[in-house]
């Protein structure tokens, strides 16, 4: 069985290409391009759920959440500046 996923977000903020996507699960998957060497992380505190792969500058990169909570921490963690991440959310709905 596969997921099926709703675009919500599509575009450029900045100066990285971005694309966000909920799952019919209510689940969110957060495509984009690393600006910098950066670890990842992944954690689960309750319900939710935070998973940011490993990556380098100019990488592309995949990051899937269970929240909205989540999702800002995601962008946090992706080097999106508070600017950024509130478009994101407000396009998502979730602010």
Do not use: C, N
């Not at 290409?17 to 799952?23: A, G, I």
């Not at 690393?34 to 490993?54: C, F, K, L, R």
């Amino acid at each position: 069985m596969t997921a099926e996923w709703k675009t919500l977000y599509e575009g450029t903020v900045d100066g990285r290409r971005l694309v966000l996507r909920r799952s019919g699960e209510g689940s969110y998957k957060l495509l984009t391009e690393q600006s910098t060497h950066d670890e990842g992380i992944a954690y689960q505190d309750g319900a939710t759920y935070v998973h940011v792969s490993p990556s380098g500058a100019g990488e592309a990169v995949e990051s899937e959440v269970t929240s909205g909570e989540g999702l800002a921490e995601a962008l946090k963690e992706l080097h999106f500046t508070p600017l950024a991440i509130a478009t994101v959310l407000d396009a998502a709905g979730l602010r």
